[in-house]
T-cell receptor
Framework: QQQVKQSPQSLIVQKGGISIINCAYE??????FPWYQQFPGKGPALLIA?????SEKKEGRFTISFNKSAKQFSLHIMDSQPGDSATYFC???????????FGSGTRLLVRP | EAGVVQSPRYKIIEKKQPVAFWCNPI?????LYWYLQNLGQGPELLIR????????DSQLPKDRFSAERLKGVDSTLKIQPAELGDSAVYLC???????????FGPGTRLTVL
């Protein structure tokens, strides 16, 4: 119940394409869902986050879509660029806890 | 503003040896976290500090791992003795308060031979 399942494990997209990464959770007590971006040799950095009272949040080329009934959320990267090549992690946190539960990560490669 | 600083960045030791990692959080951040990140996996929380108090250490293997945060600023994570399975990246993160955004350091990559 504490797990967050992330797919795909790896993704290759052409420059200008749309990258889509999916996550699913079981625990309905989760109420904060961030996405982190991690480059090699660096720590994860917060990219965008959503709470379950909205179905979509957009920041620049990055959009989170949230489906509360299906207990799924996804990250869409529009107009993907080679500089977006990194590992992306979804995560979830309960309001009563400070603990982030991370997915297993998606390695994105954007080809020029 | 300086980010979270960790040292060393890389450490190679033989099994059964002790090792220590140091973290300096962002100035003013009261909450400090230590995470373990295995290859190809997401980070997993080991311990969380609020100021100098460890408020969540339920995931810390206390037989060999220990941590401290003296004066509520810098923190040290220690492993003694290290085992082969401890090879991983150890990440430190901090946040202004418990539920705020977590800022991660670059991590220490530990290799146990």
């Amino acid at each position: 119940q504490q797990q967050v399942k992330q797919s795909p494990q790896s993704l290759i997209v052409q420059k200008g394409g749309i990258s889509i990464i999916n996550c699913a959770y079981e625990n309905t007590a989760f109420d904060y869902f961030p996405w982190y971006q991690q480059f090699p040799g660096k720590g994860p950095a917060l990219l965008i986050a959503i709470r379950p009272d909205v179905s979509e949040k957009k920041e620049g080329r990055f959009t989170i879509s949230f489906n509360k009934s299906a207990k799924q959320f996804s990250l869409h990267i529009m107009d993907s660029q080679p500089g977006d090549s990194a590992t992306y992690f979804c995560a979830a946190r309960m309001d009563s806890s400070y603990k982030l539960i991370f997915g297993s990560g998606t390695r994105l490669l954007v080809r020029p | 503003e300086a980010g979270v600083v960790q040292s060393p960045r890389y450490k190679i030791i033989e099994k059964k040896q002790p090792v220590a990692f140091w973290c300096n959080p962002i100035s003013g951040h009261n909450t400090l976290y230590w995470y373990l990140q295995n290859l190809g996996q997401g980070p997993e929380l080991l311990i969380r500090y609020e100021n100098e108090e460890a408020v969540d250490d339920s995931q810390l293997p206390k037989d060999r791992f220990s941590a401290e945060r003296l004066k509520g600023v810098d923190s040290t994570l220690k492993i003694q003795p290290a085992e082969l399975g401890d090879s991983a990246v150890y990440l430190c993160a901090s946040s202004p308060e418990g539920r705020g955004e977590q800022f991660f350091g670059p991590g220490t990559r530990l290799t146990v031979l």
